[in-house]
């Protein structure tokens, strides 16, 4: 029997996906606890139809990612701090104030995205990846100089 699963399954796919299945799996398990529906008439062409719609957002979330990933990897960031002696900050830069700079420059991001692993506390200049997209990580340059 055919289903379209309707959450993720363990050892049988993703929510969305078209799965054969052994009919008493898919009748006493799969489908009473709405893990599935049977692909068949409209269930079946409603799943070709949200097939296509997703291959379409997905290919449009890609496209924006690389804009957005060649954006970054153009982009240096001066951050200006307050000094003590010796060149140390007072405080540090964090992923959040990175995602805050480049969503000052139209680049909004997440601050989880961000990729670093712990905060910059001297002055100087820092290559930072950033997670934009499955295999797209460009690097932002941050540069640290004393405000003032």
Do not use: C
């Not at 709405?34 to 692909?39: D, E, G, N, S």
């Not at 954006?71 to 701090?81: D, K, P």
């Amino acid at each position: 029997m055919k289903v379209i699963l309707t959450t993720d399954v363990p050892k049988l796919g993703k929510s969305g996906e078209l799965k054969a299945v052994a009919d008493g799996y898919a009748l006493n398990f799969l489908i009473p606890r709405r893990l599935a529906v049977p692909a068949a008439g409209g269930a079946y062409r409603a799943w070709q139809h949200d097939i296509a719609s997703r291959e379409e957002k997905r290919k449009r979330e890609k496209d924006d990612a690389e804009i957005a990933a060649n954006r970054i990897s153009s982009t240096t960031l001066t951050m200006g701090v307050k000094v003590g002696e010796g060149g140390k900050l007072y405080g540090s830069i964090t992923a959040k104030d990175i995602a805050d700079a480049l969503g000052r420059r139209g680049i909004e991001i997440d601050r989880h995205k961000v990729d670093l692993e712990e905060p910059l506390k001297s002055l100087g200049t820092y290559k930072v990846a950033v997670k934009v997209y499955s295999g797209l990580t460009p690097e932002v340059t941050i540069v640290v100089e004393p405000k003032g």
